[in-house]
């Protein structure tokens, strides 16, 4: 593992906080999950654009410039065909419930060999069940960015690999369908492809951002708009995405198998040329 702590190479007995860092007490942090091929780390601009938008929302030190030099230092190190990196902030050490200064903030980038794809193999289905808890508080700002208070996601990702599946979806009690614990979702009912809109609820993902650029190269349409339970049991397809595993189709939703279709494969053709320049 790569551990570059405030520009700073460490090793990983070294890499360490305070028990009374904001991380430890409250959850309170940013985060951007990022993947590499080779010493090139994939759509660094939108990640950190995307992070830079959560610390103007919540009033978090960021210095992006430091961060962009830092990623640079990590990405001529990494010697796997592919990485995940996580990239995370920290206001540093509280005293009681008030913000520390800005000084006393901190980042972590961490780097690991990531399972590549080999040439022309495509991602596995994936197998889907229903979250058993409901993502947090519309009224909070927490699931419009990557924040360290990630509790629903953890206890709804697990719950998923508990029940031998890959992925939890996020379903409000009216039966709307939202996101993954670590996905966004997209649907395709005749020549539309329909994804929830982002805010309040859902996250707007690196590979989703990437995907409304593309769908209109198919000569399809495209929708934001809300997803019912009933809309996905009755697409002609549907896939998930985030930066990691780039487009996965759903196999089943619940042990139900769901239909099968090939618009996801030429999506994820359009998207391996385009991070190929």
Same mark, same amino acid.
């Given at each position: 593992?790569?551990?570059?702590?405030?520009?700073?190479?460490?090793?990983?007995?070294?890499?360490?906080?305070?028990?009374?860092?904001?991380?430890?007490?409250?959850?309170?942090?940013?985060?951007?999950?990022?993947?590499?091929?080779?010493?090139?780390?994939?759509?660094?601009?939108?990640?950190?654009?995307?992070?830079?938008? @959560?610390?103007?929302?919540?009033?978090?030190?960021?210095?992006?410039?430091?961060?962009?030099?830092?990623?640079?230092?990590?990405?001529?190190?990494?010697?796997?065909?592919?990485?995940?990196?996580?990239?995370?902030? #920290?206001?540093?050490?509280? #005293?009681? !419930?008030?913000?520390?200064?800005?000084? @006393? $903030?901190?980042?972590?980038? *961490?780097?690991?060999?990531?399972?590549?794809?080999?040439?022309?193999?495509?991602?596995?289905? %994936?197998?889907?069940?229903?979250?058993?808890?409901?993502?947090?508080?519309?009224?909070?700002? !927490?699931?419009?960015?990557?924040?360290?208070?990630?509790?629903?996601?953890?206890? %709804?990702?697990?719950?998923?690999?508990?029940? /031998?599946?890959?992925?939890?979806?996020?379903?409000?009690?009216?039966?709307?369908? !939202?996101?993954?614990?670590?996905?966004?979702?997209?649907?395709?009912?005749?020549? *539309?492809?329909?994804?929830?809109?982002?805010?309040?609820?859902? !996250?707007?993902?690196?590979?989703?951002?990437?995907?409304?650029?593309?769908?209109?190269?198919?000569?399809?349409?495209?929708?934001?708009?809300?997803?019912?339970?009933?809309?996905?049991? /009755?697409?002609?397809?549907?896939?998930?995405?985030?930066?990691?595993?780039?487009?996965?189709?759903?196999? $089943?939703?619940?042990?139900?198998?769901?239909?099968?279709?090939?618009?996801?494969?030429?999506?994820?053709?359009?998207?391996?040329? %385009?991070?190929?320049?």
């Amino acid at each position: 593992m790569l551990i570059n702590m405030n520009g700073h190479f460490v090793a990983e007995h070294e890499a360490s906080v305070s028990v009374t860092d904001g991380a430890v007490l409250f959850g309170d942090t940013l985060f951007e999950t990022l993947k590499a091929q080779g010493q090139t780390i994939l759509w660094q601009k939108d990640h950190l654009d995307r992070l830079e938008k @959560a610390a103007a929302l919540l009033n978090f030190p960021c210095n992006r410039e430091a961060l962009e030099q830092a990623l640079a230092d990590v990405a001529a190190r990494l010697d796997s065909p592919c990485s995940r990196l996580r990239l995370t902030l #920290s206001r540093g050490e509280f #005293s009681g !419930l008030e913000f520390p200064p800005a000084t @006393a $903030s901190w980042f972590c980038i *961490t780097a690991n060999a990531y399972p590549a794809l080999q040439e022309g193999e495509w991602p596995a289905p %994936a197998v889907c069940v229903t979250a058993p808890n409901q993502r947090v508080n519309h009224l909070s700002p !927490l699931p419009q960015l990557k924040g360290g208070n990630y509790a629903d996601c953890l206890y %709804a990702g697990n719950y998923a690999r508990r029940n /031998q599946a890959h992925e939890a979806l996020f379903i409000t009690p009216e039966g709307q369908v !939202l996101e993954g614990a670590t996905s966004n979702i997209f649907i395709r009912k005749d020549r *539309t492809l329909i994804t929830p809109p982002c805010g309040k609820l859902v !996250l707007n993902g690196i590979i989703r951002q990437q995907l409304l650029s593309l769908i209109p190269l198919l000569d399809m349409q495209v929708a934001e708009r809300n997803i019912t339970l009933d809309d996905l049991k /009755q697409a002609d397809e549907a896939f998930i995405t985030n930066s990691l595993i780039d487009i996965r189709p759903i196999a $089943s939703l619940d042990g139900t198998p769901l239909p099968q279709g090939e618009t996801w494969q030429m999506l994820f053709i359009l998207l391996t040329r %385009a991070i190929r320049g």
